[in-house]
């Protein structure tokens, strides 16, 4: 804060971290010695939400406002804020003058823990998706136009399906067989996957491959399939799976069906302009692009996405468009659906087009990165 406090810029954090006196088992789960270890079953998602209590998002928010008076002038941002306990303490804070905001994420306000099944770890990143009623006062706050909360983002945190550690009815199997083995260590743990076990299944693999149709297909839980490795007892751990959700592009069909569906039960929901505000104006602000990014006017860049508000669909692994084909929200039904996405004027997606939709064929994009002004 004391080097950034006189500069044009913005000092964001991810408020989370362990209060002095906690029986959470915070990032050292599976070295700890009782009573840091968790009390309940490694792979039930409330064992893994008892672990990073809002207290851990509080305790950080106040340590950041405690030193506020470092930097009076610098713009504090809170990334990913998932618990509303937070919200008082920054509202009292904008109140008293500090410069400081927050963003939530698609997920928080799209998924709730209430509907997580115990073992699936594509719902895993910290902070963690908190209840319903948590959800819902992340809603009220951002339909607050003097609310905290002033962008909404994706914090997109692709990974391989195996760093996932998902259990075998939620694996997919891959033509090209199994991917290279990597080191991953998360929350303090190495998860990669042994050496000799990687081994047995790609032999497994190799004797037992068939032909071009066994492209991208969910396993039947109840079918023993000789291709799959033996069940391993990370496979569901919440505490050693990758921590991140895959969101990226579908942000605008989760925001919209989740706030129509709030607005026809009466509770307070933003409009589609509130969106793309949140979305695109307010992040462009954030950043220091906004005289390029985030607005329709002569001068800037004609950035265009085509979005059809009535079209209902149902998210399947071919429709994400990133890499690894992993994410909370396959299954999921949206209203509204991005049909084309323009980049400076030019056409580069189209639903139904060549290249599997990527019809601009090639990267266009720019170096955009400036130093601020204002």
Request: net charge negative; hydrophobic share 35%.
């Amino acid at each position: 804060m004391t080097t950034l406090k006189d500069t044009a810029t913005t000092l964001m954090f991810h408020a989370e971290m362990v209060p002095p006196i906690t029986a959470s088992v915070g990032d050292a789960v599976q070295q700890s010695e009782p009573p840091l270890r968790p009390s309940g079953e490694l792979d039930s998602y409330s064992t893994f939400l008892d672990s990073r209590p809002p207290a851990f998002e509080t305790y950080a928010v106040e340590e950041i406002l405690s030193m506020a008076n470092l930097a009076p002038k610098l713009h504090l941002h809170i990334v990913h804020l998932s618990a509303t306990e937070c919200i008082p303490l920054l509202r009292n804070a904008r109140r008293s003058g500090v410069n400081i905001t927050a963003e939530t994420c698609f997920h928080y306000l799209g998924l709730a823990s209430d509907d997580i099944p115990d073992g699936d770890t594509r719902h895993k990143c910290c902070p963690p998706i908190r209840s319903q009623t948590n959800q819902d006062r992340l809603w009220d706050e951002i339909a607050n136009p003097d609310g905290c909360i002033k962008t909404i983002v994706s914090d997109h945190s692709p990974c391989t399906p195996e760093l996932k550690l998902l259990p075998p009815h939620l694996q997919t199997v891959y033509r090209e067989g199994p991917r290279p083995g990597m080191h991953h260590f998360d929350s303090g743990i190495d998860v990669t996957m042994p050496k000799k076990e990687e081994e047995q299944l790609l032999q497994l693999q190799k004797k037992n491959a068939t032909t071009e149709e066994d492209a991208v297909d969910l396993i039947n839980p109840d079918a023993a399939s000789p291709a799959l490795p033996p069940f391993r007892k990370e496979q569901g751990d919440f505490f050693a799976a990758w921590g991140g959700i895959s969101s990226v592009g579908l942000g605008l069909p989760i925001l919209h069906t989740t706030a129509s569906q709030r607005a026809a039960r009466g509770d307070a929901a933003p409009s589609i302009v509130d969106i793309v505000r949140m979305c695109c104006q307010a992040t462009a602000k954030q950043v220091g692009l906004a005289h390029r990014k985030g607005g329709l006017r002569v001068g800037m860049d004609a950035d265009i996405c085509v979005f059809d508000d009535d079209d209902v669909w149902t998210l399947r692994a071919a429709e994400m468009r990133w890499k690894n084909r992993c994410s909370p929200w396959e299954g999921h039904t949206f209203r509204g659906r991005v049909h084309e996405t323009w980049v400076r004027g030019q056409r580069v997606f189209q639903i139904g087009g060549e290249n599997a939709g990527f019809v601009g064929g090639k990267p266009i994009g720019q170096p955009i990165v400036e130093r601020r002004t204002a």
